[in-house]
């Protein structure tokens, strides 16, 4: 594999993110003209982060992240909202560097801890985080609105 850069992503890159998205997360529903005007709306807002992997040829995954303010917390945190990688570029190293972005922006933006969340069926990545230093510390939640 060619030498992987992370960078900002731009509503450029929505066509390459989508399969991942609809793929690797599970999300079939989603489309490149969503995922477009999410990263155009996520890009007017400071604390929304998106950043891509790539090598010459290929989009290789992507991160979504959100800096928060919690009241039991005294520095703000940044949640992973999203991180996928292609099922070919998987074990190479990708992953690890969408979340050293990850970690980089945390300390930018001053916070202090960095949380994600991760489907019950996905032990391949639990142990992936495992393995990058998180811990693993109750469940997640959601209800439809």
């Given at each position: 594999m060619a030498e992987i850069v992370v960078r900002s992503a731009t509503e450029h890159d929505a066509v390459a993110i989508c399969p991942l998205i609809n793929d690797e997360l599970g999300y079939p529903e989603v489309t490149p003209e969503g995922v477009a005007q999410r990263i155009r709306a996520m890009d007017a807002q400071p604390d929304y982060h998106v950043f891509v992997a790539c090598s010459e040829h290929e989009l290789a995954g992507f991160i979504v992240l959100?800096?928060?303010?919690?009241?039991?917390?005294?520095?703000?945190?940044?949640?992973?909202?999203?991180?996928?990688v292609k099922a070919s570029c998987q074990g190479r190293g990708v992953g690890r560097l969408l979340l050293q972005a990850a970690e980089q922006t945390a300390h930018a933006g001053g916070a202090g801890k960095l949380l994600l969340s991760s489907a019950f069926a996905r032990k391949g990545a639990h142990a992936f985080y495992e393995r990058c230093g998180f811990v693993q510390k109750g469940i997640s939640f959601f209800k439809t609105i």
């Amino acid at each position: 594999m060619a030498e992987i850069v992370v960078r900002s992503a731009t509503e450029h890159d929505a066509v390459a993110i989508c399969p991942l998205i609809n793929d690797e997360l599970g999300y079939p529903e989603v489309t490149p003209e969503g995922v477009a005007q999410r990263i155009r709306a996520m890009d007017a807002q400071p604390d929304y982060h998106v950043f891509v992997a790539c090598s010459e040829h290929e989009l290789a995954g992507f991160i979504v992240l959100v800096q928060g303010i919690a009241l039991e917390m005294d520095k703000p945190y940044l949640r992973v909202l999203a991180l996928a990688v292609k099922a070919s570029c998987q074990g190479r190293g990708v992953g690890r560097l969408l979340l050293q972005a990850a970690e980089q922006t945390a300390h930018a933006g001053g916070a202090g801890k960095l949380l994600l969340s991760s489907a019950f069926a996905r032990k391949g990545a639990h142990a992936f985080y495992e393995r990058c230093g998180f811990v693993q510390k109750g469940i997640s939640f959601f209800k439809t609105i």
